[in-house]
Every structure is written in C-alpha cells, then in structure tokens.
C-alpha cells in the first residue's frame, strides 16, 4: 500500500509540474487514500499480534527443568527416542534444521534431548514472536528453542493450549534422509486433545 500511494504521489506531483491540476488532485487523494489505508492495515496487524500475544502468554509458562532419570547408561550406547502410545493431537515442529538467533544449532539440541536420559521425550512449551507482521510460535523445550509451531498449525495450537491443562509434550527422533544424513526430527502432542 505505502508503494503505491507513494508513486500515486509522485503522479499527481509530475501533474501539478506540467499545470494539470484536477488529475494532479485526483492521484494526491489516491495516494494519501492508499497510505492510510496501509498504516490502518499495519495498527490492525499490531492488535492481532498483541491480542493474540496475551492468549498465549496466559497458556504458556516454562516448564520446570525436566529431572534426568538416574539410572546410569552404558558408555558407548546411543539412546534413540521411541514413540510411545499417546493419546492426543500430534504437530510436527518445523524448522529444525536451522540455527536459533543466538547461534545455537536445533539439531544439536535435538541430538543431545535423544542422547540423554530423557530418551528423546520432554515437556514443551511456546514462546510467541511476530514473524512478517504475523503472530507465530516457538517450541521450546526447558530454555532451548527446539523450532517453530507451523504457520498453518498456530491458531489450533492456540485452541489446544485453552483446552489442555497440562501443555505439550515433545518427542524426538532421528531419522536417515534420501543423501543418508542422521537428521534430528520432533514431534509436540497436546494429551487428551482429540478435536
């Protein structure tokens, strides 16, 4: 919008140069038109977000620390995530493949949430941003960011953290891709959400 109204601008300027005023007038009002409608647009954007914002705010707290099991592993095993029977609505985080802003890779963390006592399973939580003016959410588990809430998946996401008491749980795995990379991959389910 604030593209257009700029050039409709510089139009009626360019008119009132070679003495056309009524056109002139006309592409002034057509730009001035356009680029209030574009902050309109943008302060409606900011409600959304904020709104949204407060929802996910009041829904999401960070779990405490997940406890590690004490029974001690064998040196020199790999412990890989199995899925267990869980009965719920299951998302699949995206992103995982990417560095988190701080420089820390997902896949890294991934790894060592599969190599460690949890077996690959913990507790989630979300952590709401704006991405391109738009409300989206990061799935984080403890104070690591593990990837993002897919955009298509927010609102539901939204829904299941008002209708589930107790949150998300996060499993992870590895999996071989097509090249035969080791690639670590998660999975968030609500309990007891079903719609």
């Given at each position: 919008?604030?593209?257009?109204?700029?050039?409709a601008?510089?139009?009626?300027?360019?008119l009132?140069g070679?003495?056309?005023?009524?056109?002139?007038?006309?592409?002034?009002?057509?730009?001035?038109?356009?680029?209030?409608?574009?902050?309109?647009?943008?302060?409606?954007?900011?409600?959304?977000?904020?709104?949204?914002?407060?929802?996910?705010?009041?829904?999401?707290?960070?779990?405490?620390?997940?406890?590690?099991d004490?029974?001690?592993?064998?040196s020199?095993?790999?412990?890989?995530?199995?899925?267990?029977?869980?009965?719920?609505?299951?998302?699949?985080?995206?992103?995982?493949?990417f560095?988190?802003?701080?420089?820390?890779?997902?896949?890294?963390?991934?790894?060592?949430?599969?190599?460690?006592?949890?077996?690959?399973?913990?507790?989630c939580?979300?952590?709401?941003?704006?991405?391109?003016?738009?409300?989206?959410?990061?799935?984080?588990?403890?104070?690591?960011c593990?990837?993002?809430?897919?955009?298509?998946?927010?609102?539901?996401?939204?829904?299941?953290?008002?209708s589930?008491?107790?949150?998300?749980?996060?499993?992870?795995?590895i999996?071989?891709n097509?090249?035969?990379?080791?690639?670590?991959?998660?999975?968030y389910?609500?309990?007891?959400?079903?719609?």
């Amino acid at each position: 919008m604030f593209i257009w109204g700029g050039l409709a601008i510089l139009a009626a300027f360019g008119l009132f140069g070679v003495g056309e005023i009524i056109p002139a007038f006309f592409w002034a009002a057509v730009g001035s038109g356009l680029i209030a409608y574009g902050i309109h647009r943008n302060k409606q954007r900011q409600q959304q977000a904020q709104q949204q914002t407060v929802i996910v705010n009041n829904y999401t707290t960070p779990p405490p620390a997940p406890q590690p099991d004490p029974q001690p592993q064998p040196s020199g095993m790999v412990v890989r995530a199995t899925s267990s029977v869980v009965t719920g609505k299951t998302f699949a985080v995206a992103g995982v493949t990417f560095k988190n802003d701080d420089g820390s890779s997902r896949q890294e963390i991934l790894r060592d949430l599969c190599e460690g006592p949890l077996e690959g399973e913990a507790d989630c939580w979300f952590e709401p941003f704006l991405y391109k003016g738009e409300m989206a959410l990061r799935v984080k588990v403890g104070s690591d960011c593990v990837g993002n809430v897919r955009r298509s998946d927010v609102q539901t996401v939204l829904d299941c953290l008002k209708s589930s008491p107790d949150g998300a749980h996060l499993q992870a795995e590895i999996f071989e891709n097509d090249e035969g990379e080791e690639i670590y991959r998660a999975d968030y389910t609500f309990d007891g959400v079903t719609a």
